[in-house]
């Protein structure tokens, strides 16, 4: 495989940032993620970063040298995820489940696989068209679905942060995955949260990351998106990959070959590392105890869950 890929998540004007993305590749395949905590529930960043591992982990001990069968592993990885959240919330007496958008895609033997709960996307884009979107699980996509508002009025919506369906909570989520699509040689695939998408019209993307090399286009994206939102900006985070080789004009952007990797071996990057230095539960602070205890039960609900 060939490609060149770029991951970035800020926090915007927020106080915290509980966006999650992560890649990982082998030999033979490669999966990309974006989660975005939601904020509205405890432990919005708890739900996107175990989200995100669990991913991530189970990739890497299913993808020997490929994942079998791509959209079965997506959606059952997902609803591993959803079941750790409320194992975790139950460990630790929740009044919330803490809940998560999720998007995630697999790439290999030239065919991209994708599923998505949530409002977080992916799309999919060639020669500055695009030939594939996910669609949202959201009050406003289902207005738009009714035609009871126009695709000018989503972005700015009042209730255009009322998710139906996410990972965590109380109801099995909705899981939506797509057909295997075949991808080409100069495709993009642009995984992100609403903090960017919203700021943005699916061409705008479509242009953005087509017309210069990506690893200068998409900070560039997440910087025009900061700048239109002004005080109002989101958490945002994108995660892109151009299949084949980038633009010849920027040197600084070498594509990544993943036949330097030996077998059974990964490259990996998350870039969110969770913290917990000011974690609310049941609207109090923890104990330095309590915050040691959460770690550990975080990274035993990852084995866990991210195992066979």
């Known amino acids: 495989m060939l490609f060149t890929i770029f991951q970035e998540s800020r926090k ?13 590749y082998s030999r033979d395949s490669l999966i990309m993620v ?17 989200t995100v591992r669990i991913l991530i982990e189970r990739f890497q001990n299913e993808a020997k040298p490929i994942i079998k069968n791509p959209l079965l592993f997506l959606h059952d990885t997902m ?7 409320g194992h975790y919330a139950e460990q630790f007496s929740l ?44 009050k406003v996509q289902y207005l738009l679905d009714q035609g009871a508002i126009q695709p000018e009025q989503a972005a700015k919506h009042p209730d255009r942060n009322k998710i139906f369906s996410c990972l965590g909570g109380f109801a099995d989520p ?30 705008e993307l479509a242009r953005g990351l087509t017309y210069m090399p990506l690893l200068s286009a998409a900070p560039l994206l997440l910087d025009e998106a900061e700048r239109r939102a002004q005080a109002e900006s989101d958490n945002l985070s994108l995660i892109t990959m151009r299949w084949g080789a980038d633009d010849a004009r920027d040197d600084a952007a070498p594509s990544r070959r993943s036949d330097t990797l030996s077998d059974g071996e990964f490259s990996t990057q998350m870039d969110q590392a969770l913290t917990l230095t000011d974690p609310k539960v049941n609207n109090r602070d923890l104990t330095d105890d309590e915050i040691e205890r959460a770690i550990d039960e975080i990274q035993s609900t990852i084995k866990r869950y991210g195992g066979k």
Request: with cysteine.
């Open 34 to 50: 974006a989660a975005d905590g939601m904020g509205g529930h405890a432990g919005g960043e708890i739900a996107a970063q175990i």
């Open 174 to 203: 909705a899981i939506d995955v797509s057909k295997r699509t075949p991808i080409r040689i100069g495709d993009i695939l642009l995984l992100c949260t609403d903090g960017l998408w919203c700021e943005f019209n699916a061409t």
């Open 95 to 138: 009044i919330e489940t803490p809940r998560t958008t999720c998007v995630a895609c697999v790439v290999q033997e030239d065919r991209v696989h994708w599923a998505h709960v949530g409002d977080s996307r992916l799309y999919m884009f060639r020669r500055a068209q695009v030939i594939a979107q996910t669609k949202d699980h959201s």
């Open 79 to 85: 609803m591993r995820a959803h079941a750790a959240l």
């Open 12 to 24: 915007g004007s927020r106080r915290m940032n509980q966006d999650r993305v992560a890649h990982s």
